[in-house]
Nanobody, 119 residues
Framework: VQLVESGGGLVQPGGSLRLSCTASGFTFSTYGMRWYRQAPGKERELVAG????????NYADSVLGRFTISRDNAKNMVSLQMSSLKPEDTAVYYC?????????????WGQGIQVTVSS
């Protein structure tokens, strides 16, 4: 199983970035996908989620209206379009996959990618 994030980097406040996560080794289309982030000294927080078929999305209040999550099941890819970026969006961003199997969540994680918002 692999989840590989790409697209991170340094961007000025007010700018945009698009993160992508490419999955392999599991049936991508049957998993809900999420983006999380963790800033230095803070706990990991859920940024956005999308259902397995892509019909349902949810966002943290802090990114609502600025970030958009999407997925392409044909390409085993989930993306996070980030706009109007703020310094407080600086964090390591992680892609996650989860599926309810039996009586527990089955989860996979990427290694994370740095996003820095700074002038």
């Amino acid at each position: 199983v692999q989840l590989v994030e790409s697209g991170g980097g340094l961007v000025q406040p007010g700018g945009s970035l698009r993160l992508s996560c490419t999955a392999s080794g599991f049936t991508f289309s049957t998993y809900g996908m999420r983006w999380y982030r963790q800033a230095p000294g803070k706990e990991r927080e859920l940024v956005a989620g999308i259902s397995s078929a892509g019909g349902s999305t949810n966002y943290a209040d802090s990114v609502l209206g600025r970030f958009t999550i999407s997925r392409d099941n044909a390409k085993n890819m989930v993306s996070l379009q980030m706009s109007s970026l703020k310094p407080e969006d600086t964090a390591v961003y992680y892609c996650g996959a989860r599926q309810w199997v039996g009586a527990k969540w089955n989860e996979y994680w990427g290694q994370g990618i740095q996003v820095t918002v700074s002038s």
